[in-house]
């Protein structure tokens, strides 16, 4: 009595599974893959209508002839089909998963008996290579692998459905039956806050670089400071989403990293805008520490000495170079030796807690997989030459979108955000199924001394370093940077990364784009290389949203 109540209840659903597997054979229904939009609504992932082929070897009467039917219509080697379907291991086959609306009518004209079909989408890009290594791609079952499509595939992909056909235990179909339908569940539309044309127009730009400067590499991400959304994210070299080379899997995991995020660099004079950040801060705070923003006048000595090690800044301090500098003007001349003044006048304990404000060492929450957290030294094992360093830019390594998203904090009134790619998930409807809203995760500095930053860094661009991103009628500011290249632990001669990083409007920061130029030939300096690029992506961006000129202060 007790095995025949466990095997009554307790077993029923199991071995109702059981039979209904022994006696039905099911094609997969497979559900429409949700699309992936820009912020205006243009489909940047879309899907085109495509069949799977299958097969039963056992309920095929005639694989001979329907091997030669089915390599006529599929273009498939007549061998390989006909050792498919006389295979009678398998209970299904796979024939082709990409099969076009006419081959599948074609073969269903001819009514061979245990061949069936089912809609299968393909995947596709409109635009090919654009935001390639954001958006991502598919793999053979159309589950998301890389990017977008991989970190938010549970949304996408929706939920597959089958049809069933009654069969005996050998597979034959069973005369007179029918077949059951279950219907998939589309998978849902993923709104991006990418703006397609900004970043056309980034990679557009990034693109000239890369070819006029012989680069490694060229990369931009552009940011809206008051909510930290990315609108543009440029890695190049890159390659057509419709196009992937699967066959080579060493080059396809370099054309589809997003080093933006994945990848670290030491940032160089471009980290100066959170030393100079950490150290009107604390002025302002009334610690008598911090080196006065406005007044102090640092040593006009083109070198500091720091256990026992010499640290030089760029410029030989001839001809009055660099004499009498204030911070404001420090900024303009790129001066090392001053940031190492600073960082040593704040000390460890207080710099570090900065760095933690600002997100260094750890990852900035973005939504998206792989993202490194840079690389931060213990400050209990920082010697004081390593921790002077920092304070240039120097002994640490951050992520692009790391130094993107610190200053963007530094500029925006002190409000740190996680940055963004996706701002919703909607229905093939139009109703919004889920609202990604920016996510405040601290304040860094306030909005007084970000204010007082963003006016010197506005002189950078207007009187300094940063002349070549000036665009008259627009207040740009900015701070630029080079940074030598180590390999096996020393300097790699002639390696540089040239970089800039820029905002605007000063007093009101809507776009902030980080651009890198990664070992460039010839000239190399951020100043010449990489804030040119900086200008012509805020001129496109001008256009593009048809920015009026302001007043010059």
Same mark, same amino acid.
């Given at each position: 009595?007790?095995?025949?109540?466990?095997?009554?209840?307790?077993?029923?659903?199991?071995?109702?599974?059981?039979?209904?597997?022994?006696?039905?054979?099911?094609?997969?229904?497979?559900?429409?893959?949700?699309?992936?939009?820009?912020?205006?609504?243009?489909?940047?992932?879309?899907?085109?209508?495509?069949?799977?082929?299958?097969?039963?070897?056992?309920?095929?009467?005639?694989?001979?002839?329907?091997?030669?039917?089915?390599?006529?219509?599929?273009?498939?080697?007549?061998?390989?089909?006909?050792?498919?379907?006389?295979?009678?291991?398998?209970?299904?086959?796979?024939?082709?998963?990409?099969?076009?609306?006419?081959?599948? /009518?074609?073969?269903? &004209? *001819?009514?061979?008996? $245990? =061949?069936?079909?089912?809609? !299968?989408?393909?995947?596709? #890009? @409109?635009?090919?290579?654009?935001?390639?290594?954001?958006?991502?791609?598919?793999?053979?079952?159309?589950?998301?692998?890389?990017?977008?499509?991989?970190?938010?595939?549970s949304y996408l992909a929706g939920e597959n459905g /089958?049809?069933?056909? &009654? *069969?005996?235990?050998? $597979? =034959?179909?069973?005369?007179? !039956?029918?077949?059951?339908? #279950? @219907?998939?569940?589309?998978?849902?539309?993923?709104?991006?806050?990418?703006?397609?044309?900004?970043?056309?127009?980034?990679?557009?730009?990034?693109?000239?670089?890369?070819?006029?400067?012989?680069?490694?590499?060229?990369?931009?991400?552009?940011?809206?400071?008051?909510?930290?959304?990315?609108?543009?994210?440029?890695?190049?070299?890159? #390659?057509?989403?419709?196009?992937?080379?699967?066959?080579?899997?060493?080059?396809?995991?370099?054309?589809?990293?997003?080093?933006?995020?994945?990848?670290?660099?030491?940032?160089?004079?471009?980290?100066?805008?959170?030393?100079?950040?950490?150290?009107?801060?604390?002025?302002?705070?009334?610690?008598?520490?911090?080196?006065?923003?406005?007044?102090?006048?640092?040593?006009?000595?083109?070198?500091?000495?720091?256990?026992?090690?010499?640290?030089?800044?760029?410029?030989?301090?001839?001809?009055?170079?660099?004499?009498?500098?204030?911070?404001?003007?420090?900024?303009?001349?790129?001066?090392?030796?001053?940031?190492?003044?600073?960082?040593?006048?704040?000390?460890?304990?207080?710099?570090?807690?900065?760095?933690?404000?600002?997100?260094?060492?750890?990852?900035?929450?973005?939504?998206?997989?792989?993202?490194?957290?840079?690389?931060?030294?213990?400050?209990?094992?920082?010697?004081?030459?390593?921790?002077?360093?920092?304070?240039?830019?120097?002994?640490?390594?951050?992520?692009?979108?790391?130094?993107?998203?610190?200053?963007?904090?530094?500029?925006?009134?002190?409000?740190?955000?996680?940055?963004?790619?996706?701002?919703?998930?909607?229905?093939?409807?139009?109703?919004?199924?889920?609202?990604?809203?920016?996510?405040?995760?601290?304040?860094?500095v306030s909005k007084e001394a970000s204010a007082m930053?963003?006016?010197?860094?506005?002189?950078?661009?207007?009187?300094?370093?940063?002349?070549?991103?000036?665009?008259?009628?627009?207040?740009?500011?900015?701070?630029?940077?080079?940074?030598?290249?180590?390999?096996?632990?020393?300097?790699?001669?002639?390696?540089?990364?040239?970089?800039?990083?820029?905002?605007?409007?000063?007093?009101?920061?809507?776009?902030?784009?980080?651009?890198?130029?990664?070992?460039?030939?010839?000239?190399?300096?951020?100043?010449?290389?990489?804030?040119?690029?900086?200008?012509?992506?805020?001129?496109?961006?001008?256009q593009i949203m048809n920015i009026q000129p302001q007043?010059?202060?």
């Amino acid at each position: 009595m007790g095995r025949f109540f466990y095997i009554q209840l307790i077993w029923e659903d199991d071995l109702h599974y059981l039979a209904l597997d022994q006696w039905t054979r099911e094609i997969p229904v497979n559900a429409g893959r949700g699309l992936i939009v820009d912020r205006n609504g243009e489909v940047l992932a879309a899907n085109r209508a495509n069949f799977g082929v299958y097969a039963r070897a056992n309920a095929v009467q005639d694989a001979e002839q329907s091997a030669r039917i089915l390599s006529d219509a599929l273009g498939e080697p007549y061998e390989v089909l006909l050792r498919k379907l006389t295979d009678k291991s398998k209970s299904e086959i796979v024939l082709s998963r990409s099969a076009a609306k006419e081959t599948v /009518e074609k073969i269903a &004209e *001819t009514e061979m008996r $245990g =061949v069936y079909y089912a809609r !299968s989408d393909e995947r596709v #890009y @409109p635009y090919g290579a654009l935001a390639s290594q954001v958006i991502g791609f598919t793999a053979y079952d159309r589950s998301g692998t890389t990017g977008i499509e991989g970190y938010y595939n549970s949304y996408l992909a929706g939920e597959n459905g /089958e049809i069933l056909f &009654e *069969t005996d235990l050998v $597979g =034959v179909d069973v005369e007179g !039956s029918s077949a059951a339908f #279950y @219907p998939a569940t589309d998978g849902l539309n993923v709104r991006l806050t990418l703006d397609y044309r900004i970043q056309a127009l980034s990679e557009e730009v990034m693109g000239r670089a890369l070819a006029g400067s012989s680069a490694k590499a060229a990369r931009a991400v552009v940011l809206d400071p008051r909510d930290f959304s990315v609108l543009a994210m440029v890695n190049l070299p890159s #390659y057509d989403l419709n196009e992937i080379p699967r066959n080579d899997m060493e080059t396809l995991n370099a054309l589809s990293r997003n080093a933006l995020v994945s990848d670290v660099y030491e940032p160089g004079s471009t980290f100066k805008i959170v030393t100079a950040a950490a150290d009107i801060e604390e002025y302002l705070k009334g610690n008598g520490r911090a080196l006065d923003p406005a007044t102090h006048v640092f040593s006009s000595a083109r070198t500091r000495t720091v256990d026992g090690t010499t640290i030089k800044c760029w410029s030989d301090h001839k001809n009055g170079k660099h004499v009498n500098q204030t911070l404001a003007e420090a900024l303009n001349n790129s001066c090392n030796p001053c940031f190492v003044d600073i960082a040593l006048a704040l000390g460890k304990e207080t710099f570090y807690d900065y760095l933690a404000k600002f997100r260094f060492g750890r990852a900035t929450g973005i939504d998206f997989s792989g993202e490194a957290i840079g690389m931060l030294l213990p400050e209990s094992t920082l010697r004081d030459c390593d921790f002077s360093r920092i304070g240039f830019g120097q002994s640490i390594a951050v992520t692009p979108l790391q130094l993107a998203c610190a200053a963007a904090s530094a500029v925006n009134g002190g409000y740190y955000y996680s940055p963004r790619l996706v701002s919703e998930i909607y229905s093939s409807d139009g109703s919004v199924r889920e609202k990604l809203k920016p996510a405040l995760v601290g304040r860094t500095v306030s909005k007084e001394a970000s204010a007082m930053l963003s006016g010197m860094l506005e002189g950078v661009v207007r009187d300094g370093s940063g002349k070549h991103a000036y665009i008259d009628g627009y207040r740009v500011a900015g701070k630029t940077g080079t940074a030598q290249k180590y390999e096996n632990g020393a300097i790699a001669q002639g390696k540089y990364v040239s970089s800039f990083i820029g905002y605007f409007p000063a007093n009101d920061p809507r776009y902030l784009a980080l651009v890198i130029i990664d070992e460039p030939q010839g000239s190399y300096y951020g100043s010449t290389v990489a804030a040119p690029c900086a200008k012509e992506i805020f001129e496109g961006i001008i256009q593009i949203m048809n920015i009026q000129p302001q007043e010059a202060i």
